[in-house]
């Protein structure tokens, strides 16, 4: 893997993390992070429209006038997230019914229509297909972290629902560490998410600001010349 897609995956994973950093899609990601599977279902959606359309928009970003750039790209969206709808409503309806309005919701992510303007429509399309995997998976990545926070305090579970997204093979995979009578309830609920999710954020930033203090007192660097 070279420099340039490294980087991209990088940023799309940590350095601008659509939720962490950018703070987009925040209706559905705060909503649906209740359980790892709701999570986890809304994020592997996302990653599919976010990779379908970034590449669509590479392939046919010299074929369109800049006057009609950003309604076909819009339409372009609907129509992928329109097709990712019907797939679940097949093949996973119970997700579906839980996911219920935040699966057509995915339109209106800023952070999908954002790539395609600010990176597929001026990349080719392997670069903008990895670009939509990293920021994707960047998404994702929350929706199941959060997920699975909230799931553990809240009910003492984790992967409860997994035969939704995985089949009845996985009606079994429940793991359960305490009683749900005893889980924190705030934890369920709509403040509960945005504590959690305010709760990552800091994380994240703690965790830049550790690195680059490491990187300044590292041999070789400016600061560590200036100590000496």
């Known amino acids: 893997m070279n420099t340039a897609s490294r980087e991209i995956i990088h940023t799309g994973l940590w350095n601008n993390n659509p939720a962490l950093v950018q703070l987009l899609g925040l209706c559905p990601l705060l ?7 709701n999570g986890l279902g809304l994020g592997i959606a996302t990653v599919a429209v976010l990779c379908a359309s970034n590449l669509v928009v590479s392939l046919s ?3 369109l006038r800049d006057e009609i750039r950003i309604p076909v790209f819009v ?13 679940m409503n097949a093949w996973f309806h ?13 339109v209106t992510n800023c952070a999908i229509i954002g790539r395609a303007e600010a990176f597929a429509s001026r990349n080719r399309p392997l670069p903008s297909l990895l670009d939509g995997l990293a920021m994707g998976g960047g998404f994702a990545a929350t929706l199941v972290v959060l997920g699975a926070a909230r799931e553990l ?5 984790l992967l409860d629902g997994a035969d939704l997204l995985f089949g009845d093979i996985a009606s079994n995979w429940t793991l359960q560490f305490f009683d749900p009578e005893h889980g924190f309830l705030l934890a369920l609920l709509p403040p509960g998410a945005f504590i959690g999710l305010g709760m990552l954020v800091a994380l994240k930033n703690a965790l830049d600001q550790r690195h680059a203090r490491l990187v300044a007192i590292a ?4 600061a560590a010349s200036e100590l000496a």
Do not use: C, W
């Not at 119970?94 to 995915?106: C, D, K, N, Q, T």
């Not at 305090?153 to 579970?157: A, F, V």
């Open 61 to 63: 970003r010299n074929l």
């Open 31 to 37: 909503a649906v992070s209740n359980s790892l599977v």
């Open 219 to 222: 041999p070789g660097s400016d």
């Open 75 to 87: 339409l372009l969206i609907a129509s992928l997230v329109t097709v990712i709808e019907l797939v």
């Open 153 to 157: 305090i809240g009910r003492g579970s």
């Open 94 to 106: 119970g997700l579906y019914r839980v996911l219920g309005i935040f699966v057509p919701l995915i």
